[in-house]
């Protein structure tokens, strides 16, 4: 969610909002750290932390707040169980803060780094329940949320907005396409996608998708940045054939998958190794795709299936380098 986006409209038509922020989680919550939602003062909302009691009544204070027209910043610290009577039992703790016409010049200035920018942080002093004007860092920082203060006693908050995404590039615009990029569209991915056949593509497409549309769709293989997911499923063969050759023996695709069955797999298997490619390479290329217990060959419910299996790689593909910060330099196909 473009958070700035929805503060800058906000703040022009009804002149203030809040900013709701899960600042920090121990045990079990709906929500992790850095979520966020817009509430405006007739208590419409964008994003979520998490729906149930706590964002039901999170929502309630924060229009409340709004409402007053104030500018303010508030951090509130709830047991789920005990407080709200929810079963996750965990804590979470919430900063409510309340801008206003006030701030719409940085809302505009930090919306326009929400489009130019995958992530980036902010810091601002924070001193008698309101929050000074917010800089861009140089430097994001580690976590969404911290408090820092210093000798003085000046506290400082830090944020960091924005999400990392992965690079995806999707060959083929037919109907498992169309259905994968809007599964896709709420999901941490940046979609290039490519087809040789302009009239497939639909006009408007989801803000994090790029039309490509070329005479040779595997060249576009060369431009991808390293760690990009690859997935084939154009209406050749011979092209889906081409593009996982090229992405193979590139080395520096994070997922590579076509579009398929298991005999087409065992055909492109014995067709790839005649061109050279060996066993352990060819180990890496993913066919069939997406969750095997979907059995359905509706194009949304294979999109469905696809999609699941690319967000848990992604993660996956996080927490190992999460735990070995020298994995990015590392071949990390089919892992």
């Not at 500018?71 to 206003?100: M, Y």
């Not at 810091?123 to 140089?138: I, K, M, Q, T, V």
């Not at 991808?224 to 992405?247: K, N």
């Not at 014995?270 to 060996?278: F, P, Q």
Request: with cysteine; net charge negative.
């Amino acid at each position: 969610m473009r958070v700035w986006g929805h503060i800058t409209n906000c703040l022009k038509t009804d002149g203030s909002c809040a900013l709701v922020t899960i600042s920090r989680v121990d045990g079990s919550t709906p929500r992790e750290a850095g979520a966020r939602m817009v509430v405006r003062p007739d208590a419409a909302f964008y994003g979520t932390i998490g729906g149930g009691t706590l964002e039901f009544e999170v929502i309630r204070m924060a229009a409340e707040a709004v409402r007053e027209e104030r500018e303010s910043f508030v951090l509130n610290t709830v047991s789920l169980g005990p407080d709200l009577g929810q079963c996750c039992g965990g804590r979470a703790s919430v900063s409510i803060e309340v801008l206003t016409r006030n701030s719409l010049e940085t809302a505009m200035q930090l919306a326009e780094a929400e489009v130019s920018l995958s992530s980036f942080g902010t810091c601002a002093e924070l001193s008698g329940g309101s929050l000074g004007p917010r800089r861009l860092l140089e430097t994001a920082p580690d976590s969404p949320f911290a408090i820092s203060e210093d000798k003085t006693g000046t506290a400082t908050l830090y944020e960091l907005f924005g999400n990392e995404t992965r690079h995806l590039m999707l060959f083929g615009a037919g109907h498992v396409g169309k259905a994968l990029v809007l599964a896709l569209a709420p999901l941490p991915f940046e979609i290039t996608w490519v087809d040789s056949r302009p009239v497939q593509f639909p006009g408007p497409v989801p803000s994090n998708v790029t039309k490509v549309c070329v005479d040779n769709p595997a060249a576009m293989l060369d431009e991808a940045p390293e760690g990009a997911f690859v997935v084939a499923m154009t209406h050749s063969h011979a092209l889906d054939e081409e593009i996982m050759a090229r992405a193979l023996l590139k080395q520096t695709f994070g997922y590579c998958g076509v579009i398929g069955s298991k005999t087409k797999r065992a055909r492109f298997l014995k067709r790839l190794n005649a061109r050279g490619i060996d066993n352990a390479l060819l180990s890496h290329m993913i066919c069939p795709i997406g969750a095997s217990t979907v059995k359905s060959k509706h194009p949304a419910a294979i999109a469905a299936g696809i999609a699941v299996e690319l967000l848990a790689h992604d993660e996956a593909l996080h927490r190992q380098s999460s735990a070995d910060p020298g994995l990015a330099q590392k071949i990390t196909h089919g892992q």
